[in-house]
C-alpha cells in the first residue's frame, strides 16, 4: 500500500523560490483585511466576480467548493421554487444561494456554537437514556469518529480546523501511519486532535511542523535518527538529493531511539548527546536533534514545500504542472504563516473554484452526494466506511478498498485519486448502493418519521417533495441539476424518457422473453411514469454510471 | 535514443495500429505523417525485436521499503559485525558460525545465506535449480535513498523523471507494435493479460504511452477472484446479480434493449471528453469483467485449485517443511495471510490463464522492509515466510493446478526499491542503504535462463561504528542496475536489445542503456 512514487510532485522548488523573489509581496492576512489580495494565478474568486456568473455557474461553483469541504447545497435551496427546469434560463438564485461563496468564507471563521450538542448526539448519553446515533470498532474509533463529527458539523471555524487537519493526515506531512507496527489508532488521535488544536489557535506552519517533529508519534512513523532526518528533509523541504546531509543530520539525533515493541515503542533519549557541530544543508550548524528540527521547521523551503504539497492534493498531480508550480509561487509570495491561510487561498481562488478539473476523492463525491440528496447515514456508516474490509451497506467497498484509506498510508495518500478499474468499480458501488439506487423516500409518508432520529440509507424524501407536478423533462432536468449542477443533454433526456415511459419486466417467470409481444405469461410495464420514486430511481441508477458523478468539472 | 522519445514513438505507431480508421484519423489529426513516418522507423531500427515460441508469464513481487541483502548475502558478516555500531553476535550468537547440519547451529549455509532467515529454504531451491540469486544489484548511475523516487526507478526500468511508463505498460506497448495479430486488438488479446493483485502501481503507470487500449491496460484483481465488478444494487433496472442477473427490458428509439445496458451505453457516449478517459475506460472495463467472472468461463476462488500433492509427492498442507535440518523453513502451503493468498492468486492465474503476461503483487501481508528498528527478529520470520511461499509458488508452477497443466516459463521476480545499510543502527535496524538482492525463481524452460546461480560478490565499505556502513560489489564482481531488471524482463518477451528501453541520455550519458542479467548471449554488465 505505499502506493506511488510522488515524482510528479517534484515540482521546481527552486522556481518557485526565484519567483518569490520576483513577485510583488502582498503583506499582510487578507483574513484580517477581508480582502483577497493575492495576484496572479492565485487570484480570489470575490463575492462581485461570483455573482457575475450565470445561476447554473453559480451553483456549480458553489458545491465544487462545498464537495472539497466535504458538504453540498441541494439545488432547491439554492434556486428559488419553481424556477427549475428543463430551460437553464428560467434558473433563479435564492436567498439563501446568493453570495454563496461569500457566505462559506464567513461561516469557516464563525465559532461553533452547539459542540457539545453534536458530541452527544453522536455518543448519546447512557445516564441521561440518550442513545448514540452512530456506532464504532472499539479500536479504530479514532479513525472513524472524526468523520461522523465532521458530517454532523455545520461549517464553523472548527469544522474547518477539522477538515484542514484530515485534509493534512491524509497527506505525506502529517500522516499517522497506522499502517505500520509500530504506529497505533492512539497516534492517529493524537496527531489529528493535536492537529485540530493547533489550527483552531492559528498555530503557525513552523510551529506545528516543530512539534510533529519531535513527538513520538513522529518517531513511530520514521524510526531511526537516518530515517527520521531524512524524511524531515524531504517532507517538509522537499529536497530529495541531500543524501550526504542525512548521516550529518542523524548524528545530531544520535540518543534519540524508538524502544522496541516488547517496550510499546517509546520514544528514548539518551544521555549521549553530540557535542560536535554538523554543517547540513549547506548553511547550517546542528549539534543536538532539537537543532536540526528547528533548522527544517524555519528553512526558507518550508512554506513554499507545504503549500506545494497541498495544491499537489487539491488539484492532483495530473493538472498542469506549470499552473499548480505558479499557484505555489503566487501564494508562497504573499507570505502567509498558517495552514489556514494556505487553504483559504487555495480553495477561494479562480483556479481552484473555476478551472480545476480532476475526480474525486471518495469523501468529496460521497458527501457532496449527501447533503444534496438529503442522505441520512445509517448508525454504522462511519464505521463500515472506515474499515479494512468491504461492507454490503456500501457497496462491498470501503476507503481501504478504494486504496484511499484514511489516517493509514504511511507516506500518506498519493495526490491522485486512484483510478484503476478495481478502485473505480468500490466508488461506483459505494456511492451508488449507499445513496444513489436507494431510496428514504416512504420515510415522508411515515407519521413517526423523524429525520433526525431515523437512521436509513439512501435519499431522502426532501429531494422529491416538490417533483410530483413537473413535467418529465423538467424532473430529469431537476434530478440532472440537483446531483450534477448541469442539465442533461437531449440525448439524455430522451433516453431516460424512454426507459422511464417503456420499462418491462415478466409478470410470472422472470425467464420470459419480454422483447416479445405475446409471450407467455404476459409483461408488465415496470413504471408507473408518474411515480416520482420510481422515476428517480431510473435518474440516478443512470447518474451512478455517469464519470462524471466522480469527478470535479471546470466551470469556466 | 531518449528512452522517452523511443516510449512516445511506440505510442504513435500503437494508437494508428489500434484505432478504428474513424477514431485513428481523428487521433492523428495533430500527427503529421511525417512524424508517424519518423515513429515507424524508429521502433523498427531501435527495438530488435523477435517472439518466443511461447510467451513467458512474469510475476514481479515488489518488496517495498527497502530489503536488506543480509539474508541472501552473509559473507561479509564477520566485517560486518566487527564494524557495526552494535554487535549482531548480540541478538544472533551464532551468526558468524557456519552452518551446522549435525548441532544445528551456526547461520551462514553454504552459499552464505542465513539459515534462520530463509536460507535453508533458498539453498534448497538454488540446490534444485529453481532459483538464482543476484547478489549485486546496485545503483551507480542514481544512488538516491529516498523511498518513492526509488520505487518510481526500480518499477519504470528509466531514471527518475516524470511521467515516465511502468516496466508492465512498456511491455504491453512493445507487443502491441511487434506482434500486432496477437495485441493489436481485444478479439485477439488474451483477456486479462496484465494484472495486479496490489492495486494501482507504477509498474502500470502510463506515462509517455498514455494511448494504451483498455484490453492492454491492468486490471486489479483479489486474491479470492471474487468479483468485485458487479454492481451490487440491479433493483431499479433488473434484479438478481452476476450469472442470475435479469434486466428489464425498455424499447429505445423502437428497439427492444436491456434498460440496463442502454443507461450504460449512454454514459460511455456522452462522457467521450478526454478528461473523463481513465474513468471511462475504468467504468467499461468494469463492466467486462463483471461479465467476464459471472460467466462459467471466469476465473474461480484459487484455494480451490491447489492439488493434494505437488509434481514430488510432497503434499501442500500446513504442516511444517522438513528437512534433514531442524530449522523452521515454514509450511508446505501458501501462508494464510495477504502475501500468501496473492501469491496463490497470481500461480493460479498464471497457470489457469497462460495468456496473463505480466503479474504484479507487493509483500504486503508478511510486514514491510523499512527495517529501521529492532529488525533481526522480525527480518528473520519475514524473510523465512517469504521463502518458504516462493518454494510452494514454484512447486506449484512445476505441477499444475487441479484443472491446468505446469507451466516452465513463469517467472518470479523478487526485490526492492533499494537495499540497507548494514550497521546495526542505535535503534537496533538498517538504514536506507543501497546494494540488494534480485530473487529470480522458476521459468526454467525459457531459453538461455540462468537458474541454480548465486552471482555476484561484495565487500564493506564504510567507516566502523558509523552508520554509513554498506556493501558494494567486490572489485572485478559483475554489478547491475535495477533497470537491468526491467531489462531483462523485456528479453525474456523477445526484445534482444533491451538496453534501448533502459537507456536515457539525461542521466546515463554516454552508455547505451541497461542489459538483461540474466544469461543471455550479449549482455553486458555495468562496471562502476
Given at each position: 500500500m505505499w502506493g506511488h512514487p510522488m515524482m510528479k510532485t517534484l515540482k521546481p522548488i527552486a522556481a518557485i523560490l526565484l519567483g518569490l523573489s520576483l513577485a510583488s509581496c502582498n503583506l499582510g492576512s487578507p483574513e484580517s483585511t477581508g480582502k483577497y489580495d493575492y495576484d496572479g494565478t492565485a487570484a480570489q474568486l470575490d463575492s462581485k466576480e461570483y455573482s457575475r456568473l450565470t445561476p447554473l455557474q453559480q451553483y456549480q461553483v458553489a458545491n465544487k467548493l462545498s464537495s472539497a469541504l466535504f458538504k453540498g447545497v441541494p439545488a432547491r435551496s439554492f434556486f428559488k421554487e419553481g424556477t427549475i427546469t428543463a430551460n437553464a434560463g428560467t434558473l433563479e438564485v435564492s436567498a439563501e444561494g446568493q453570495d454563496y461563496v461569500g457566505k462559506v468564507r464567513r461561516a469557516l471563521k464563525t465559532p461553533l456554537d452547539n459542540r457539545d450538542a453534536i458530541a452527544l448526539k453522536i455518543e448519546g448519553d447512557a445516564d441521561a437514556q440518550i442513545p448514540a446515533r452512530y456506532t464504532f470498532d472499539t479500536d479504530r474509533k479514532p479513525m472513524q469518529y472524526p468523520m461522523a463529527y465532521m458530517f454532523e458539523m455545520p461549517l464553523s471555524d472548527e469544522y474547518f480546523a477539522r477538515w484542514m487537519a484530515y485534509k493534512l493526515?491524509?497527506?505525506?506531512?502529517?500522516?499517522?501511519?497506522?499502517?505500520?507496527?509500530?504506529?497505533?489508532?492512539?497516534?492517529?488521535?493524537?496527531?489529528?486532535?493535536?492537529?485540530?488544536?493547533a489550527l483552531m489557535d492559528n498555530t503557525p506552519v513552523r510551529s506545528i511542523i516543530l512539534t510533529h517533529e519531535l513527538s513520538q508519534a513522529n518517531w513511530r512513523r520514521f524510526r531511526s535518527p537516518e530515517d527520521n532526518t531524512?524524511?524531515?528533509?524531504?517532507?517538509?523541504?522537499?529536497?530529495?538529493?541531500?543524501?550526504?546531509?542525512?548521516?550529518?543530520?542523524?548524528?545530531?539525533?544520535?540518543?534519540?531511539s524508538l524502544t522496541s515493541e516488547d517496550q510499546q515503542y517509546e520514544l528514548q533519549q539518551s544521555p549521549k548527546v553530540n557535542t560536535v557541530p554538523q554543517l547540513i544543508l549547506d548553511h547550517y550548524y546542528v549539534t543536538t536533534c532539537e537543532d536540526f528540527f528547528n533548522v527544517?521547521?524555519?528553512?526558507?523551503?518550508?512554506?513554499?514545500?507545504?503549500?506545494?504539497?497541498?495544491?499537489?492534493?487539491?488539484?492532483?498531480?495530473?493538472?498542469?504542472?506549470?499552473?499548480?508550480?505558479?499557484?505555489?509561487?503566487?501564494?508562497?509570495?504573499?507570505?502567509?504563516?498558517?495552514?489556514?491561510?494556505i487553504f483559504m487561498a487555495i480553495l477561494f481562488s479562480k483556479e481552484f473554484l473555476l478551472s480545476m478539473d480532476r475526480p474525486k476523492w471518495f469523501e468529496e463525491s460521497f458527501f457532496n452526494a449527501a447533503n444534496r440528496m438529503y442522505w441520512r447515514p445509517y448508525s454504522a456508516f462511519f464505521r463500515d466506511l472506515n474499515r479494512t474490509t468491504g461492507s454490503g451497506n456500501i457497496g462491498g467497498a470501503s476507503l481501504t478498498l478504494m486504496y484511499q484509506p484514511a489516517f493509514s498510508l504511511k507516506l500518506g495518500r498519493w495526490p491522485i485519486v486512484p483510478g484503476d478499474v478495481l478502485a473505480t468499480a468500490y466508488q461506483h458501488n459505494g456511492l451508488r448502493s449507499a445513496m444513489l439506487t436507494r431510496s428514504n423516500a416512504k420515510l415522508a409518508s411515515d407519521p413517526n418519521f423523524d429525520p433526525e432520529a431515523i437512521p436509513s440509507n439512501g435519499w431522502g424524501p426532501e429531494l422529491i417533495e416538490n417533483a410530483s407536478t413537473m413535467s418529465l423533462p423538467d424532473f430529469i432536468s431537476y434530478m440532472f441539476i440537483s446531483a450534477l449542477g448541469r442539465l442533461p443533454t437531449a440525448e439524455e433526456l430522451s433516453t431516460l424518457t424512454q426507459v422511464i415511459n417503456t420499462a418491462r419486466t415478466a409478470a410470472t417467470a422472470s425467464t420470459v422473453d419480454c422483447t416479445v409481444s405475446s409471450a407467455p405469461g404476459g409483461c408488465l410495464k415496470y413504471w408507473s411514469s408518474t411515480n416520482v420514486v420510481n422515476r428517480t430511481l431510473v435518474v440516478m441508477d443512470y447518474l451512478s454510471r455517469l464519470p462524471e458523478s466522480y469527478f470535479y468539472n471546470a466551470v469556466n | 535514443m531518449n528512452r522517452r522519445d523511443l516510449l512516445k514513438a511506440l505510442g504513435l505507431i500503437g494508437a494508428s495500429a489500434t484505432l478504428p480508421p474513424l477514431f485513428a484519423k481523428q487521433a492523428m489529426a495533430n500527427v503529421s505523417q511525417r512524424s508517424l513516418a519518423n515513429a515507424r522507423a524508429i521502433i523498427d531500427g531501435e527495438i530488435n525485436f523477435s517472439a518466443p515460441a511461447n510467451l513467458p508469464t512474469v510475476i514481479n513481487i515488489f518488496m517495498y521499503g527497502g530489503p536488506s541483502e543480509l539474508a541472501g548475502n552473509l559473507t561479509n558478516i564477520a566485517q560486518i559485525n566487527t564494524d557495526s555500531q552494535n554487535k549482531y553476535t548480540g541478538v544472533r550468537g551464532d551468526i558468524l558460525q557456519a552452518f551446522d547440519a549435525v548441532n544445528n547451529n551456526g547461520q551462514i549455509t553454504s552459499h552464505g545465506f542465513w539459515a534462520d532467515a530463509g536460507g535453508m529454504t533458498m539453498e534448497d531451491l538454488v540446490a534444485g535449480n529453481q532459483m538464482s540469486v543476484y547478489r549485486t544489484i546496485n545503483r551507480v548511475v542514481d544512488d538516491n535513498k529516498a523511498h518513492r523516487e526509488s520505487i518510481f526507478s526500480a518499477q519504470t526500468g528509466g531514471v527518475r523523471t516524470m511521467d515516465a511508463s511502468g516496466m508492465g505498460t512498456v511491455l504491453a506497448a512493445v507487443l502491441r507494435v511487434k506482434m500486432p495479430g496477437v495485441f493489436d486488438n481485444p478479439d485477439n488479446t488474451p483477456i486479462l493479460p496484465f494484472v495486479t493483485l496490489e492495486g494501482d502501481t507504477v509498474l502500470y503507470d502510463l506515462g509517455d504511452i498514455n494511448d494504451l487500449p483498455l484490453w492492454l491496460r491492468s486490471v486489479s484483481l483479489d486474491a479470492n477472484f471474487n468479483n468485485p465488478y458487479q454492481r451490487r444494487t440491479l433493483s431499479?433496472?433488473?434484479?438478481?446479480?452476476?450469472?442470475?442477473?435479469?434486466?428489464?427490458?425498455?424499447?429505445?428509439?423502437?428497439?427492444?434493449?436491456?434498460?440496463?445496458?442502454?443507461l450504460d451505453a449512454l454514459a460511455a457516449s456522452v462522457s467521450s471528453a478526454s478528461k473523463f478517459d481513465r474513468l471511462s475506460k475504468a467504468m467499461a472495463k468494469r463492466i467486462e469483467l463483471d461479465d467476464y467472472f459471472s460467466t462459467s468461463g471466469g476465473l474461480s476462488n484459487p484455494a480451490a485449485k491447489i492439488p493434494t500433492t505437488d509434481v514430488d509427492g510432497v503434499p501442500f498442507d500446513t504442516n511444517a517443511f522438513t528437512t534433514s535440518f531442524g530449522i523452521n523453513q515454514g509450511i508446505r502451503t501458501f501462508t494464510n495471510d495477504s502475501f500468501g493468498s496473492n501469491l496463490r492468486a497470481a500461480c493460479v492465474l498464471a497457470l489457469e490463464n497462460p495468456g496473463t503476461r505480466f503479474i504484479t503483487l507487493?509483500?504486503?501481508?508478511?510486514?514491510?522492509?523499512?527495517?529501521?528498528?529492532?529488525?533481526?527478529?522480525k527480518y528473520e520470520q519475514r524473510v523465512t515466510n517469504l521463502m518458504?511461499?516462493?518454494?510452494?509458488?514454484?512447486?506449484?508452477?512445476?505441477?499444475g493446478t487441479t484443472t491446468a497443466a505446469a507451466r516452465g516459463d513463469v517467472v518470479i521476480n523478487v526485490f526492492g526499491e533499494f537495499g540497507r545499510n548494514v550497521n546495526l543502527n542505535g535503534s537496533m535496524g538498517w538504514d536506507h542503504g543501497n546494494n540488494m538482492n534480485l530473487y529470480t525463481l522458476g521459468g526454467s524452460g525459457i531459453a538461455n535462463r540462468a537458474l541454480g546461480k548465486v552471482v555476484g560478490s561484495t565487500k564493506v565499505i564504510g567507516t566502523p561504528g558509523q552508520n554509513r556502513l554498506f556493501t558494494s560489489p567486490a572489485d572485478g564482481s559483475p554489478q547491475w542496475e535495477p533497470f537491468s531488471i526491467a531489462a531483462t524482463v523485456y528479453r525474456y518477451f523477445g526484445v534482444a536489445n533491451p538496453e534501448v528501453l533502459t537507456s536515457d541520455s539525461l542521466i546515463t550519458g554516454a552508455h547505451s542503456g541497461f542489459a538483461a542479467i540474466d544469461g543471455f548471449a550479449g549482455a553486458i554488465p555495468l562496471t562502476a
Open positions: 493526515v491524509n497527506t505525506i506531512m502529517f500522516s499517522p501511519a497506522e499502517e505500520i507496527d509500530s504506529a497505533s489508532e492512539r497516534d492517529v488521535q493524537k496527531i489529528y486532535e493535536g492537529l485540530v488544536s531524512r524524511e524531515m528533509i524531504e517532507i517538509y523541504l522537499g529536497l530529495f538529493d541531500r543524501d550526504a546531509d542525512v548521516p550529518k543530520a542523524a548524528i545530531a539525533c544520535k540518543n534519540w527544517v521547521a524555519n528553512h526558507p523551503l518550508v512554506i513554499p514545500r507545504v503549500t506545494t504539497v497541498l495544491i499537489d492534493h487539491m488539484f492532483g498531480v495530473d493538472y498542469p504542472a506549470e499552473k499548480r508550480t505558479a499557484l505555489a509561487r503566487d501564494i508562497a509570495a504573499a507570505q502567509p504563516t498558517t495552514f489556514k491561510e | 431499479a433496472l433488473g434484479t438478481g446479480t452476476g450469472a442470475t442477473k435479469s434486466y428489464h427490458k425498455c424499447i429505445i428509439d423502437g428497439a427492444f434493449v436491456d434498460c440496463s445496458v442502454s507487493s509483500t504486503g501481508g508478511l510486514g514491510g522492509w523499512d527495517d529501521h528498528d529492532n529488525s533481526i527478529a518458504s511461499n516462493l518454494r510452494t509458488a514454484v512447486r506449484l508452477l512445476r505441477t
